[in-house]
Structures are given as structure tokens and as C-alpha cells.
């Protein structure tokens, strides 16, 4: 079965709090992505990774770094959260053309 | 890199009539064209794609159309129904780079 599998679903993180989204699949895609949604907009590329230890910046990267030491998993990491990085996180990966998103984390900095 | 637009932002439209929603990208080695919807609260979830050697793909009521000439694709929602408002996402790929990039979404509202 296909599967990216996001964890935490949800998470509320007071400001300044360091914080770990993590996220698997069971496809061995070799390219990974993180992007944010907020509220009614589009998807943000924070990240893209094309394989172990091979990471990009996307386009918003600024306040984020990312961590893959394995091809199955893929970490966001918020060093000293802030309150504007409340918003739904997706995960995805790819092989040769679909994208396969994982079901994304709520997070919420208060 | 590969630059992905998406127009309209938003759509509204009747229950029964078409919906159309039109990309454009720039890299011309592009040669696999998504379309994910996302509806309210999931997550996006590819609906069809067409690829280069293709100028036209229907599967029920979604009609895609690419124009390699012009580097634009559509997608056409045929006798919309309320079920169809959602968030609609294309995208484009070129086989030789693995990055699948996205346009900036469309928010299609379908009124009874």
C-alpha cells in the first residue's frame, strides 16, 4: 500500500519552542518535499529533498531546516518556533511523476 | 527551475455548467502535466494527468488539453456538481530533473 505517513497530526507549540514534524514512505522515492498551507491559499515548497543527505531550500525555507538520513524519512524542524508558522504542514514524495501527499500536520504556535 | 502559473485564483460557478482552469509553465523539457484536488480538510489527491505525446485526455467529466506550442494546459470540469468544489492544483514535471512543481492553486466554488 502506498503511504506517506505524517506524524504529528496535531501539535500546539508555545513561541520559541523547538519543534520536529516527521514524516515517512513506504515507496522508496528517492524525492521528498515539505510545503505549508495556510488557511484557503496555496502550497508553499519550504524543502525538497532528493535523497539522503541531497536537500534543497525551496522557496519560504527561512526559519526551517530539514533532516534525511534515511530515503524513508524526511524531518521539518522549527528552531524557536514563532507564531507565524501556524499552518497545515504537507509532506510528499515522488518517483518518477505522481506525488503522493501524506494527510499533513495541524500546527499551531500560541 | 521550472515556473508554474495558475489562473483564476479563484472560480465560481453554477451547478451544471463548465468549469476551465488554465496553466502555463516555462521549461520546455515539462513532459508530465498533474492535476491534484484537495478538498476541505485532506490532503491534495491526483485527479488526472496527461503527458507530453498527448494533446487531449478525458476520463468521466474532466477533459485535459496541453499545448506544448504555447507550454499551457487546462483542465475542464464538465457538468460541475457541488461535489466538485474543492481546491484544484497543477503541476508539471520534466523526467530528467525528479521535482514535481506546483501551480498556486484554484479554488473552485460549485452552487446549487
Given at each position: 500500500?502506498?503511504?506517506?505517513?505524517?506524524?504529528?497530526?496535531?501539535?500546539?507549540?508555545r513561541?520559541?519552542?523547538?519543534v520536529?514534524?516527521?514524516?515517512?514512505?513506504?515507496?522508496?522515492?528517492?524525492?521528498m518535499?515539505?510545503y505549508?498551507?495556510?488557511?484557503?491559499?496555496?502550497?508553499?515548497?519550504?524543502?525538497?529533498?532528493?535523497?539522503?543527505?541531497?536537500?534543497?531550500?525551496?522557496?519560504?525555507?527561512?526559519?526551517?531546516?530539514?533532516?534525511?538520513?534515511?530515503?524513508?524519512?524526511?524531518?521539518?524542524?522549527?528552531?524557536?518556533?514563532?507564531?507565524?508558522?501556524?499552518?497545515?504542514?504537507?509532506?510528499?514524495?515522488?518517483?518518477?511523476?505522481?506525488?503522493?501527499?501524506?494527510?499533513?500536520?495541524?500546527?499551531?504556535?500560541? | 527551475?521550472?515556473?508554474?502559473?495558475?489562473?483564476?485564483?479563484?472560480?465560481?460557478?453554477?451547478?451544471?455548467?463548465?468549469?476551465?482552469?488554465?496553466?502555463?509553465?516555462?521549461?520546455?523539457?515539462?513532459?508530465?502535466?498533474?492535476?491534484?484536488?484537495?478538498?476541505?480538510?485532506?490532503?491534495?489527491?491526483?485527479?488526472?494527468?496527461?503527458?507530453?505525446?498527448?494533446?487531449?485526455?478525458?476520463?468521466?467529466?474532466?477533459?485535459?488539453?496541453?499545448?506544448?506550442?504555447?507550454?499551457?494546459?487546462?483542465?475542464?470540469?464538465?457538468?460541475?456538481?457541488?461535489?466538485?468544489?474543492?481546491?484544484?492544483?497543477?503541476?508539471?514535471?520534466?523526467?530528467?530533473?525528479?521535482?514535481?512543481?506546483?501551480?498556486?492553486?484554484?479554488?473552485?466554488?460549485?452552487?446549487?
Open positions: 500500500d502506498m503511504k506517506v505517513t505524517q506524524m504529528p497530526r496535531y501539535l500546539i507549540k513561541m520559541g519552542e523547538n520536529l514534524l516527521e514524516c515517512g514512505q513506504d515507496m522508496s522515492h528517492e524525492t518535499y515539505w505549508r498551507q495556510d488557511p484557503g491559499l496555496g502550497l508553499q515548497l519550504i524543502y525538497i529533498s532528493y535523497d539522503v543527505d541531497s536537500n534543497s531550500e525551496g522557496d519560504i525555507p527561512k526559519g526551517y531546516r530539514v533532516s534525511r538520513k534515511k530515503r524513508e524519512h524526511f524531518s521539518l524542524i522549527l528552531d524557536s518556533a514563532k507564531t507565524n508558522q501556524t499552518s497545515v504542514y504537507f509532506c510528499a514524495s515522488s518517483g518518477d511523476e505522481e506525488v503522493f501527499f501524506g494527510k499533513g500536520t495541524r500546527l499551531t504556535v500560541v | 527551475g521550472e515556473q508554474v502559473e495558475q489562473l483564476p485564483s479563484i472560480l465560481r460557478v453554477q451547478e451544471g455548467s463548465s468549469a476551465s482552469i488554465n496553466c502555463s509553465y516555462e521549461d520546455s523539457a515539462s513532459n508530465y502535466f498533474p492535476w491534484y484536488k484537495q478538498e476541505p480538510g485532506e490532503n491534495p489527491k491526483l485527479i488526472i494527468d496527461i503527458r507530453s505525446n498527448m494533446e487531449r485526455k478525458q476520463i468521466q467529466e474532466l477533459i485535459v488539453l496541453l499545448d506544448k506550442k504555447a507550454k499551457r494546459f487546462s483542465l475542464h470540469i464538465t457538468d460541475t456538481q457541488p461535489g466538485d468544489s474543492a481546491m484544484y492544483f497543477c503541476a508539471a514535471s520534466a523526467s530528467n530533473t525528479n521535482k514535481v512543481v506546483f501551480g498556486t492553486g484554484t479554488r473552485l466554488q460549485v452552487s446549487p
